[in-house]
């Protein structure tokens, strides 16, 4: 039985959906703390749990896949480890009520993740 073995492209590209979807993370996290604190608007929507959970399962599907895939082909370490401390601060965050230290540790958490999409993109294959 012949076992399947993407191509580098497309993990190249998943690191580059994760990559995406840290900065709208990021961007969402802005966003919300700018309307809700400056116009009170969208309070209800855009800090919404449900979103936030929505976007930590999806940050955790292509991190597996993409990190987890590079981290057998190069045998980097580095790539695995800071992505898996910032969705460990990313699932931090839903553990705190909305406010400060939330938007602090999403911060921190898509910030490495991101990191880690970034060093999986330059390993050596």
Do not use: Y
């Amino acid at each position: 039985m012949e076992q399947f073995t993407p191509s580098p492209t497309i993990r190249r590209r998943l690191d580059q959906v994760g990559i995406g979807l840290a900065g709208m993370c990021a961007l969402h996290c802005l966003v919300t703390v700018l309307i809700v604190s400056a116009l009170g608007l969208g309070g209800h929507f855009l800090a919404d749990p449900l979103i936030h959970r929505i976007g930590l399962a999806l940050a955790l599907f292509v991190a597996a896949v993409a990190i987890g895939w590079g981290a057998i082909k190069h045998r980097r370490r580095m790539p695995f480890v800071t992505a898996m401390m910032g969705l460990t601060f990313m699932g931090g965050a839903l553990a705190v009520p909305h406010g400060p230290k939330e938007f602090v540790l999403t911060l921190i958490g898509v910030s490495l993740v991101a990191a880690g999409h970034l060093l999986n993109l330059r390993a050596p294959r």
